[in-house]
Nanobody, 124 residues
Framework: QVQLVESGGGLVQAGGSLRLSCAAS????????MGWFRQAPGKEREFVAA????????YYADSVKGRFTISRDNAKNTVDLQMNSLKPEDTAIYYC?????????????????WGQGTQVTVSS
């Protein structure tokens, strides 16, 4: 059984930082892209960032570009999201997602495995 488990969420003041981590078990995501999505109350789930299998290609939503950094450690089967200069509008539940292919995609349809989510709250 495949499991993605996120950790690292919490409450932080605007301008602060958090590091989210996602650990995969049950299978390795060899050859596949990984991503992070988020969903704020009353809003649709939205793409945040994605990373290729080798980690050499990354892609970010415009809203987080320059502030967030996605990385992965294939030996440990983990993917992280470093979030700096956090804003109140970053408040959401953040989800780790395992891709269906090696291609970086921004659509949630391209991801077949999902974690349970971790809450990030940024106070003003």
């Amino acid at each position: 059984q495949v499991q993605l488990v996120e950790s690292g969420g919490g409450l932080v003041q605007a301008g602060g930082s958090l590091r989210l981590s996602c650990a995969a078990s049950g299978r390795t995501f060899g050859g596949t892209a990984m991503g992070w999505f988020r969903q704020a109350p009353g809003k649709e789930r939205e793409f945040v960032a994605a990373i290729s299998w080798g980690g050499d290609n990354t892609y970010y939503a415009d809203s987080v570009k320059g502030r967030f950094t996605i990385s992965r450690d294939n030996a440990k089967n983990t993917v992280d999201l470093q979030m700096n200069s956090l804003k109140p509008e970053d408040t959401a539940i953040y989800y780790c997602a395992g891709g269906r292919s090696s291609l970086i995609r921004t659509s949630s349809i391209a991801y077949g495995y999902w974690g349970q989510g971790t809450q990030v709250t940024v106070s003003s």
